[in-house]
């Protein structure tokens, strides 16, 4: 059913908990997973932080090599054909989500698996919600994967 995964993946507990329901997948379908990483500054816009350092962007970009590298080695390890892209995209988690689709589109994925915080309230107004997004952006299916004890109406 599934021959190409697109795995969105940021390092957080979420993301690394739709890692494993994308190896699982791989295996039961003997489908390859593309892990992507997308590196924005729309975290940076919501901080208030004196001497904002240039230098911040380069930080990010090497969590994201980490993480992707990281992946490579799970997904390696379970026997999973994969490979990795890391993605700028300046903006929004919209623009996030964009660049989430567009992958999915020009690699012709089979379903989008990512994690979701499930944040609720004030800050999901705030930053809005990048899982959202693409579901509403995509035609592709997708898969949520939520982090265990994850509070919906605590964030």
């Known amino acids: 059913m599934y021959r190409r995964i697109l795995l969105a993946i940021d390092g957080s507990r979420s993301s690394l908990n739709a890692l494993?329901?994308?190896v699982s997948m791989a295996l039961a379908t003997h489908a390859e997973v593309s892990a992507m990483f997308v590196v924005d500054d729309s975290d940076l816009l919501f901080e208030i932080r004196p001497g904002y350092r240039p230098w911040l962007m380069a930080e990010i970009i090497a969590y994201g090599k980490q993480v992707l590298a990281r992946a490579g080695e799970r997904l390696s390890a379970a026997g999973?054909?994969?490979?990795?892209?890391?993605?700028e995209t300046p903006g929004t988690p919209a623009k996030v989500a964009e660049a989430i689709v567009a992958e999915a589109?020009?690699?012709?994925?089979?379903?989008?698996?990512?994690?979701?915080?499930?944040?609720?309230?004030?800050?999901?107004?705030v930053l809005g919600s990048v899982s959202e997004h693409v579901v509403n952006k995509t035609v592709r299916p997708v898969l949520l994967v939520r982090q265990?004890?994850?509070?919906?109406?605590g964030a």
């Open 20 to 22: 494993e329901q994308a």
């Open 80 to 87: 999973v054909r994969w490979s990795s892209r890391l993605t």
């Open 105 to 125: 589109d020009h690699w012709s994925a089979d379903i989008i698996v990512m994690g979701t915080h499930g944040h609720r309230g004030a800050r999901r107004m």
């Open 148 to 153: 265990p004890g994850c509070d919906s109406e």
